[in-house]
T-cell receptor, first 116, second 115 residues
Framework: QQQVKQSPQSLIVQKGGISIINCAYE??????FPWYQQFPGKGPALLIA?????SEKKEGRFTISFNKSAKQFSLHIMDSQPGDSATYFC???????????????FGKGTKLSVKP | NAGVTQTPKFQVLKTGQSMTLQCAQD?????MSWYRQDPGMGLRLIHY???????DQGEVPNGYNVSRSTTEDFPLRLLSAAPSQTSVYFC??????????????FGPGTRLLVL
């Protein structure tokens, strides 16, 4: 119930295309869903995040779509560029009673390659 | 601010050796954590700390020890290295435990090879 399932494992997209990465979860207590971007040889960095009170959040070319009833959320990268080539991780977390804890549960990652 | 720093960047150990991976942050973050990253496995939490003097186990704690004597430092100790501990290790910190609305900031990683 603590898992976050991410797909696909790898994705190849042409420059200018739309990249879509999907994640699903079981724990309905999750209340924060970030996406992290990791370039080779670097640590992950927060890309964009959403809370379940909204169905969509957009920042530039990056959009999170959230479906609370289906317990799914996805990352859309519009007009994908070669510079977007990286590994993307979805994650989820929640605050336990009393406000403590809140460790991130990560998906297994999607390696995105954008071909010029 | 240097953010989250990790040393060393790369280390080779022989089976049975011990070593300490260093992690430091200069953002006065209360929450710090250690993850390991293996191909196809994502990021798995090893240990975490919600403040100086407080540590707890994550998903894969066996073979690792941590301590948190100061807010800034959170070293990870491998007691007796095994080939299964070959991995890339990331330290992260955030202002609040959930990283929400605050971000979890990751260090650049330590690549460990155990022969």
């Amino acid at each position: 119930q603590q898992q976050v399932k991410q797909s696909p494992q790898s994705l190849i997209v042409q420059k200018g295309g739309i990249s879509i990465i999907n994640c699903a979860y079981e724990n309905t207590a999750f209340d924060y869903f970030p996406w992290y971007q990791q370039f080779p040889g670097k640590g992950p960095a927060l890309l964009i995040a959403i809370r379940p009170d909204v169905s969509e959040k957009k920042e530039g070319r990056f959009t999170i779509s959230f479906n609370k009833s289906a317990k799914q959320f996805s990352l859309h990268i519009m007009d994908s560029q070669p510079g977007d080539s990286a590994t993307y991780f979805c994650a989820a977390t929640y605050r336990e009673y009393g406000g403590s804890q809140g460790n991130l549960i990560f998906g297994k990652g999607t390696k995105l390659s954008v071909k010029p | 601010n240097a953010g989250v720093t990790q040393t060393p960047k790369f280390q080779v150990l022989k089976t049975g050796q011990s070593m300490t991976l260093q992690c430091a942050q200069d953002m006065n973050h209360e929450y710090m954590s250690w993850y390991r990253q293996d191909p196809g496995m994502g990021l798995r939490l090893i240990h975490y700390s919600v403040g100086a003097g407080i540590t707890d186990q994550g998903e894969v704690p066996n073979g690792y020890n941590v301590s948190r004597s100061t807010t800034e430092d959170f070293p990870l100790r491998l007691l007796s290295a095994a080939p299964s501990q070959t991995s890339v290790y990331f330290c992260a910190s955030s202002y609040s435990p959930s990283g929400a609305p605050e971000t979890q900031y990751f260090g650049p990683g330590t690549r460990l090879l155990v022969l």
